[in-house]
């Protein structure tokens, strides 16, 4: 997998960006491109990554940045006064940790290591169902799901389908 990025980041971003679209797992890549240092994360943010906003440092737990970094830990008072997302259970929780100076990289996000600015990646081009009616979404839906179930019914006369709510990044 390593080389494939490798290769596909040699002939330029949007075809390293490209490559993570056919990825999946749980991962942090850490890229050196035009002089940056980059550090992304899975589509769903699985694999953790916390930066601390301080310095150039990453992990994959936020507790062991804070073990090294020296950030505090701010107490659950604290995070109620300030409105911290971090005051939430961890899926709700955002960017925002309990540390101080400590910060998740959203999934989709990229982290420019040196000045520690992030900014979305993906989605990469715009929506092309935005612009259709309900209706032909509906049909749009229908014929999708129909090929899906015919695919599926080729190999095999029991399968189960997950629906999801949208709780994915992508």
Do not use: C
Not at 24 to 32: P, S
Not at 133 to 139: G, K, Q, V, Y
């Amino acid at each position: 997998i390593a080389e494939i990025l490798h290769a596909a980041l040699a002939d330029g971003q949007e075809r390293f960006l490209d490559s993570l679209d056919y990825l999946g797992g749980r991962y942090m890549i850490i890229v050196q491109a035009d002089g940056l240092y980059r550090v992304f994360n899975d589509a769903h943010g699985t694999r953790t990554v916390y930066y601390d906003v301080t310095r150039q440092a990453v992990s994959s737990h936020a507790h062991l940045l804070a073990s090294f970094s020296g950030a505090v830990r701010r107490s659950p008072e604290e995070l109620k006064q300030d409105r911290s997302w971090a005051a939430l259970p961890l899926s709700f929780a955002w960017d925002d940790t309990p540390y101080s100076n400590i910060q998740a990289l959203l999934p989709n996000h990229v982290l420019e290591l040196e000045s520690r600015r992030t900014y979305r990646y993906f989605p990469r081009a715009g929506n092309r169902y935005a612009e259709l009616s309900l209706e032909e979404r509906i049909s749009e839906i229908d014929r999708l799901w129909n090929a899906q179930v015919a695919a599926f019914s080729q190999v095999t006369d029991r399968f189960i389908v997950s629906l999801s709510g949208g709780l994915d990044s992508r």
